[in-house]
Nanobody
Framework: QVQLVESGGGLVQAGGSLRLSCAAS????????MGWFRQAPGKEREFVAA????????VYADSVKGRFTISKDNAKNTVYLQMNSLKPEDTAVYYC????????????????WGQGTQVTVSS
């Protein structure tokens, strides 16, 4: 069992930056691939970024490539999402998730999910 708690969301102006954190419980964090997803009002949850168990490989959605960076610190049981050059269309609730295989863009391949953190980008 893994519990995930996101933090770092908030209100930021377009062009600004935020860093999301996702802290995981348990001793097996290093055995999980991690992903970030987001869901805007009235829209389906969409993939944002994912990283392998070791943190050595990453994958990004085209919409965030070059602006967002996912990283994983197995010593701190934490995964991060650094978000730069934010746009109003990045406004959403951001969720982190843990899975056994990855990095995967498919929500169904993640076993554990956090409660989400709100990111709002004003124009």
């Amino acid at each position: 069992q893994v519990q995930l708690v996101e933090s770092g969301g908030g209100l930021v102006q377009a062009g600004g930056s935020l860093r999301l954190s996702c802290a995981a419980s348990g001793r097996t964090f290093s055995s999980y691939a991690m992903g970030w997803f987001r869901q805007a009002p009235g829209k389906e949850r969409e993939f944002v970024a994912a990283i392998t168990r070791s943190g050595g490989s990453t994958v990004y959605a085209d919409s965030v490539k070059g602006r967002f960076t996912i990283s994983k610190d197995n010593a701190k049981n934490t995964v991060y999402l650094q978000m730069n050059s934010l746009k109003p269309e990045d406004t959403a609730v951001y969720y982190c998730a843990a899975g056994r295989s990855g990095p995967s863009i498919r929500p169904g391949e993640y076993y554990y999910w956090g409660q989400g953190t709100q990111v709002t980008v004003s124009s």
